[in-house]
Protein backbone atom coordinates (compact mmCIF):
# COMPACT_ATOMS: atom_id res chain seq x y z
CA UNK A 1 0.00 0.00 0.00
CA UNK A 2 1.06 3.40 -0.75
CA UNK A 3 2.38 5.74 2.04
CA UNK A 4 0.36 8.68 0.73
CA UNK A 5 -2.21 9.54 -1.02
CA UNK A 6 -4.00 12.74 -2.47
CA UNK A 7 -7.20 13.77 -0.90
CA UNK A 8 -9.25 14.67 -3.90
CA UNK A 9 -7.59 11.43 -5.72
CA UNK A 10 -9.64 9.21 -2.00
CA UNK A 11 -12.92 10.83 -1.38
CA UNK A 12 -14.89 8.98 -4.08
CA UNK A 13 -13.32 5.79 -2.64
CA UNK A 14 -14.23 5.93 1.06
CA UNK A 15 -17.21 4.63 2.93
CA UNK A 16 -19.94 6.72 4.32
CA UNK A 17 -18.23 6.38 7.58
CA UNK A 18 -14.97 7.20 6.84
CA UNK A 19 -16.08 10.08 4.55
CA UNK A 20 -18.43 11.46 7.37
CA UNK A 21 -15.23 11.31 9.75
CA UNK A 22 -13.27 13.12 7.19
CA UNK A 23 -15.56 15.82 6.67
CA UNK A 24 -15.46 16.60 10.38
CA UNK A 25 -12.12 17.00 10.34
CA UNK A 26 -11.96 19.62 7.31
CA UNK A 27 -14.96 21.11 9.20
CA UNK A 28 -12.71 21.76 11.76
CA UNK A 29 -9.93 23.32 9.91
CA UNK A 30 -11.74 25.33 8.28
CA UNK A 31 -12.45 27.44 11.96
CA UNK A 32 -8.88 26.36 12.89
CA UNK A 33 -6.17 29.24 12.38
CA UNK A 34 -4.26 26.79 10.21
CA UNK A 35 -7.39 26.38 7.82
CA UNK A 36 -7.85 29.96 7.73
CA UNK A 37 -4.15 30.65 7.11
CA UNK A 38 -4.84 27.54 4.19
CA UNK A 39 -7.86 29.94 3.02
CA UNK A 40 -5.32 33.47 2.47
CA UNK A 41 -3.02 31.94 -0.23
CA UNK A 42 -3.94 30.99 -3.61
CA UNK A 43 -2.09 27.98 -4.16
CA UNK A 44 -3.40 27.22 -7.59
CA UNK A 45 -2.46 30.55 -9.24
CA UNK A 46 0.93 30.57 -7.13
CA UNK A 47 1.78 26.97 -8.51
CA UNK A 48 0.68 28.00 -12.24
CA UNK A 49 3.07 30.99 -11.81
CA UNK A 50 6.20 28.38 -10.96
CA UNK A 51 4.67 26.63 -14.05
CA UNK A 52 4.43 23.15 -11.18
CA UNK A 53 2.67 20.48 -12.85
CA UNK A 54 1.77 16.76 -12.25
CA UNK A 55 3.65 14.70 -14.46
CA UNK A 56 1.95 11.46 -15.76
CA UNK A 57 5.29 10.10 -16.24
CA UNK A 58 8.15 8.94 -14.04
CA UNK A 59 8.16 8.27 -10.17
CA UNK A 60 4.41 9.86 -9.20
CA UNK A 61 4.98 12.84 -6.64
CA UNK A 62 3.60 12.33 -3.06
CA UNK A 63 2.57 15.85 -3.06
CA UNK A 64 0.62 18.00 -5.42
CA UNK A 65 1.91 21.44 -7.07
CA UNK A 66 -0.48 22.88 -4.69
CA UNK A 67 0.73 20.50 -1.58
CA UNK A 68 4.45 21.28 -2.72
CA UNK A 69 3.98 24.99 -1.73
CA UNK A 70 1.61 24.60 1.07
CA UNK A 71 4.66 22.04 2.53
CA UNK A 72 6.83 25.36 2.55
CA UNK A 73 3.85 27.45 4.18
CA UNK A 74 3.69 24.71 6.96
CA UNK A 75 7.61 24.45 7.38
CA UNK A 76 7.72 28.47 8.22
CA UNK A 77 4.48 28.42 10.03
CA UNK A 78 5.40 25.66 12.39
CA UNK A 79 8.84 26.70 12.20
CA UNK A 80 9.76 23.06 12.47
CA UNK A 81 13.01 21.36 11.34
CA UNK A 82 12.65 19.34 8.44
CA UNK A 83 12.71 16.03 10.42
CA UNK A 84 10.25 17.37 12.46
CA UNK A 85 8.36 18.87 9.86
CA UNK A 86 7.57 15.17 8.63
CA UNK A 87 7.11 13.53 11.52
CA UNK A 88 4.41 16.04 12.46
CA UNK A 89 3.15 16.08 9.29
CA UNK A 90 2.50 11.97 9.83
CA UNK A 91 0.49 12.16 12.15
CA UNK A 92 -1.36 15.12 12.12
CA UNK A 93 -4.64 15.37 10.07
CA UNK A 94 -4.58 19.21 10.06
CA UNK A 95 -1.43 19.19 8.67
CA UNK A 96 -2.01 16.73 6.10
CA UNK A 97 -5.48 18.55 5.29
CA UNK A 98 -3.33 21.72 4.70
CA UNK A 99 -1.18 20.00 1.82
CA UNK A 100 -3.81 18.31 0.82
CA UNK A 101 -2.64 14.51 1.19
CA UNK A 102 -3.68 11.48 3.14
CA UNK A 103 -0.66 9.69 4.75
CA UNK A 104 -1.12 5.69 5.83
CA UNK A 105 -0.25 5.68 9.83
CA UNK A 106 1.22 2.67 9.33
CA UNK A 107 3.21 3.07 6.25
CA UNK A 108 4.40 7.28 7.89
CA UNK A 109 6.78 9.33 5.15
CA UNK A 110 10.25 8.54 7.28
CA UNK A 111 12.42 10.66 4.41
CA UNK A 112 13.17 14.15 5.45
CA UNK A 113 15.00 14.89 2.48
CA UNK A 114 11.50 15.19 0.89
CA UNK A 115 11.38 18.56 2.05
CA UNK A 116 14.53 19.44 0.84
CA UNK A 117 13.69 18.55 -2.18
CA UNK A 118 11.05 19.93 -2.78
CA UNK A 119 12.75 23.22 -1.32
CA UNK A 120 15.39 23.12 -4.38
CA UNK A 121 12.90 22.09 -7.09
CA UNK A 122 10.48 25.65 -5.95
CA UNK A 123 13.57 27.37 -5.59
CA UNK A 124 14.70 26.86 -8.86
CA UNK A 125 11.24 28.43 -10.23
CA UNK A 126 10.77 31.45 -7.60
CA UNK A 127 10.26 34.35 -8.98
CA UNK A 128 9.35 36.85 -6.00
CA UNK A 129 8.07 39.56 -8.47
CA UNK A 130 5.40 37.87 -10.10
CA UNK A 131 4.52 35.83 -7.27
CA UNK A 132 4.28 38.58 -4.55
CA UNK A 133 2.20 40.61 -7.36
CA UNK A 134 -0.17 37.56 -6.98
CA UNK A 135 -0.37 37.99 -2.98
CA UNK A 136 -0.70 41.62 -3.08
CA UNK A 137 -3.60 41.48 -5.69
CA UNK A 138 -4.91 38.52 -3.33
CA UNK A 139 -4.65 40.83 0.32
CA UNK A 140 -5.13 44.17 -0.98
CA UNK A 141 -9.15 43.70 0.22
CA UNK A 142 -7.98 43.80 3.74
CA UNK A 143 -5.53 46.42 3.82
CA UNK A 144 -5.60 49.58 5.07
CA UNK A 145 -3.30 53.23 4.73
CA UNK A 146 -1.69 52.09 1.36
CA UNK A 147 -0.64 55.49 0.98
CA UNK A 148 1.69 54.71 3.45
CA UNK A 149 4.54 52.89 3.05
CA UNK A 150 7.65 52.45 5.50
CA UNK A 151 10.62 50.85 4.69
CA UNK A 152 14.30 49.47 6.03
CA UNK A 153 17.28 50.37 4.15
CA UNK A 154 19.00 47.16 4.89
CA UNK A 155 15.84 44.90 3.73
CA UNK A 156 13.62 46.07 1.00
CA UNK A 157 13.00 47.88 -1.83
CA UNK A 158 10.61 50.60 -1.38
CA UNK A 159 10.22 50.66 -4.88
CA UNK A 160 7.97 48.00 -4.56
CA UNK A 161 5.12 49.96 -2.94
CA UNK A 162 3.57 51.46 -6.26
CA UNK A 163 4.46 48.44 -7.95
CA UNK A 164 1.88 46.04 -5.65
CA UNK A 165 -0.41 48.04 -4.10
CA UNK A 166 -0.90 50.74 -7.20
CA UNK A 167 -1.33 53.29 -4.30
CA UNK A 168 0.91 56.67 -4.35
CA UNK A 169 2.69 56.65 -1.50
CA UNK A 170 1.71 60.15 0.43
CA UNK A 171 3.52 59.29 3.76
CA UNK A 172 6.91 57.69 4.18
CA UNK A 173 8.83 55.85 7.69
CA UNK A 174 12.51 55.10 6.56
CA UNK A 175 15.63 55.16 8.04
CA UNK A 176 18.07 57.63 9.24
CA UNK A 177 20.70 56.60 6.52
CA UNK A 178 17.34 57.11 3.81
CA UNK A 179 17.10 60.96 5.00
CA UNK A 180 19.91 62.04 2.06
CA UNK A 181 19.89 65.48 0.04
CA UNK A 182 18.32 63.32 -2.71
CA UNK A 183 15.70 61.44 -0.74
CA UNK A 184 14.41 64.36 0.23
CA UNK A 185 14.07 66.53 -2.63
CA UNK A 186 12.34 63.29 -4.32
CA UNK A 187 9.82 63.26 -0.81
CA UNK A 188 9.09 67.51 -1.51
CA UNK A 189 8.53 67.01 -5.14
CA UNK A 190 6.24 64.21 -5.44
CA UNK A 191 4.57 65.95 -1.82
CA UNK A 192 5.36 62.86 0.37
CA UNK A 193 5.58 63.39 4.20
CA UNK A 194 8.53 61.89 5.97
CA UNK A 195 9.60 60.77 8.99
CA UNK A 196 13.14 62.44 8.10
CA UNK A 197 14.35 64.86 11.05
CA UNK A 198 13.52 68.77 9.30
CA UNK A 199 16.45 70.11 8.00
CA UNK A 200 16.38 74.21 7.22
CA UNK A 201 14.04 76.52 8.45
CA UNK A 202 10.83 75.51 9.66
CA UNK A 203 6.97 75.73 7.54
CA UNK A 204 4.32 77.87 9.36
CA UNK A 205 2.67 73.98 9.80
CA UNK A 206 6.10 72.62 11.87
CA UNK A 207 3.82 71.63 15.28
CA UNK A 208 1.91 69.49 13.08
CA UNK A 209 4.88 68.00 10.91
CA UNK A 210 6.83 67.24 13.81
CA UNK A 211 3.51 65.23 15.28
CA UNK A 212 3.17 63.34 11.78
CA UNK A 213 7.15 62.55 11.48
CA UNK A 214 7.08 61.86 15.44
CA UNK A 215 3.89 59.20 14.57
CA UNK A 216 5.58 57.34 11.25
CA UNK A 217 8.91 56.81 13.42
CA UNK A 218 7.12 54.91 16.21
CA UNK A 219 5.12 53.13 13.54
CA UNK A 220 7.69 51.84 12.09
CA UNK A 221 9.43 51.02 14.97
CA UNK A 222 6.23 49.01 16.36
CA UNK A 223 5.30 47.25 13.14
CA UNK A 224 8.13 47.30 10.78
CA UNK A 225 11.25 46.45 13.31
CA UNK A 226 8.81 44.33 15.92
CA UNK A 227 7.43 42.08 12.78
CA UNK A 228 10.99 41.13 11.89
CA UNK A 229 12.08 39.77 15.66
CA UNK A 230 8.83 38.03 15.51
CA UNK A 231 9.90 36.96 11.82
CA UNK A 232 13.35 35.40 13.61
CA UNK A 233 11.44 34.27 16.40
CA UNK A 234 8.50 32.12 15.11
CA UNK A 235 8.70 31.50 11.05
CA UNK A 236 12.16 29.91 10.57
CA UNK A 237 14.23 32.80 9.93
CA UNK A 238 16.77 33.55 12.99
CA UNK A 239 19.01 30.40 11.66
CA UNK A 240 18.45 29.52 7.90
CA UNK A 241 20.25 26.56 6.98
CA UNK A 242 19.83 27.39 3.94
CA UNK A 243 22.50 25.72 1.51
CA UNK A 244 22.53 27.99 -1.81
CA UNK A 245 21.34 31.63 -2.55
CA UNK A 246 18.35 30.11 -4.45
CA UNK A 247 17.02 28.10 -1.18
CA UNK A 248 17.99 30.78 0.66
CA UNK A 249 15.75 33.51 -0.86
CA UNK A 250 12.70 30.74 -1.35
CA UNK A 251 13.78 30.41 2.86
CA UNK A 252 13.22 34.17 3.39
CA UNK A 253 10.16 34.63 1.18
CA UNK A 254 7.94 31.74 3.00
CA UNK A 255 9.44 33.10 6.12
CA UNK A 256 8.13 36.56 5.44
CA UNK A 257 4.95 35.91 3.69
CA UNK A 258 3.78 33.60 6.10
CA UNK A 259 3.93 35.93 8.85
CA UNK A 260 2.28 38.56 6.98
CA UNK A 261 -0.28 35.89 6.57
CA UNK A 262 -1.15 35.08 9.83
CA UNK A 263 -1.70 39.15 10.65
CA UNK A 264 -4.07 38.98 7.80
CA UNK A 265 -6.42 36.63 9.48
CA UNK A 266 -7.49 38.96 11.54
CA UNK A 267 -7.66 41.54 8.78
CA UNK A 268 -9.98 39.35 7.42
CA UNK A 269 -12.16 38.61 10.49
CA UNK A 270 -12.53 41.86 10.85
CA UNK A 271 -13.79 43.03 7.42
CA UNK A 272 -16.23 39.87 7.94
CA UNK A 273 -17.84 41.00 11.16
CA UNK A 274 -18.09 44.58 9.58
CA UNK A 275 -19.78 43.07 6.46
CA UNK A 276 -22.42 41.15 8.63
Given amino acids: MVKIQKISEIEPCLGFTEFD ?8 FATSELGRLHSLFPFSELARQMHLKSSPFGRKSYFSPEGKIALMVLKSYTNFSDAQLI ?39 LDIEFLQAILA ?4 PYLENLHVCMTDATCYESHLQQQLTKVRVKALAADSICANNANRKFCTKYHIS ?3 KRKGRAAKDEPLRKILRSELSRERATRLEGSFGTQKQHYSLARIKARNRKTEMLWIFFGIHTANAVCMIEKVEKKKRTAA
Fill in 137 to 140: DHWK
Fill in 21 to 28: MLKKYRQS
Fill in 87 to 125: EHLNGNIHYQLFCGVQIDPLHPLTNPKIVSAIRQELADR
Fill in 194 to 196: TSF
